[in-house]
């Protein structure tokens, strides 16, 4: 459920649109900020919020990589693995980080502070292999880059 402050943003969004259903994808946003990701509670009250089905709102959340639909760690490392990153050794920056944090692809460390995902593409092409760590974006990365990096966070 949101709180009363997120509730409030989802009002004014719906004077924003003409229907209430095209406010889905930021009032998730606002939902995620608040708990940190998206649980089934939380997409069936938003559906009924925005007058969608929950399948629909389920839907959305597991299209989009931006949505989480499980905790994460404190550290959210999104590894890109697309042809331009993968063809400038992504599998070696993907390898690198699961090293350095101790778990695999698309799980969560023990310490609960890294959770590492794999995304088609953030659009940094130019910066191949990159791979980004909440909203921060790491590029022309190396494994020994990658590593220093990740050190920093322990």
Not at 80 to 107: P, Q
């Amino acid at each position: 459920m949101l709180n009363q402050e997120n509730l409030q943003k989802a009002e004014a969004l719906f004077k924003k649109y003409p229907a209430k259903k095209a406010a889905l994808l930021p009032i998730l946003w606002i939902a995620q900020e608040q708990e940190g990701w998206i649980s089934l509670e939380m997409m069936k009250y938003i559906g009924d919020l925005v007058g969608v089905p929950y399948a629909h709102v389920m839907g959305v959340v597991t299209f989009y990589t931006m949505y989480n639909d499980k905790k994460l760690g404190k550290y959210h490392i999104e590894v890109c693995t697309n042809v331009s990153c993968l063809l400038r050794g992504s599998d070696k920056i993907l390898s690198a980080v699961e090293k350095a944090c101790g778990t695999k692809l698309g799980t969560t460390s023990l310490d609960g502070k890294f959770t590492i995902s794999e995304v088609e593409c953030m659009g940094a092409c130019g910066g191949a292999p990159m791979l980004a760590i909440g909203e921060e974006y790491h590029e022309h990365l190396t494994p020994e880059k990658t590593e220093q990096l990740l050190s920093g966070l322990k």
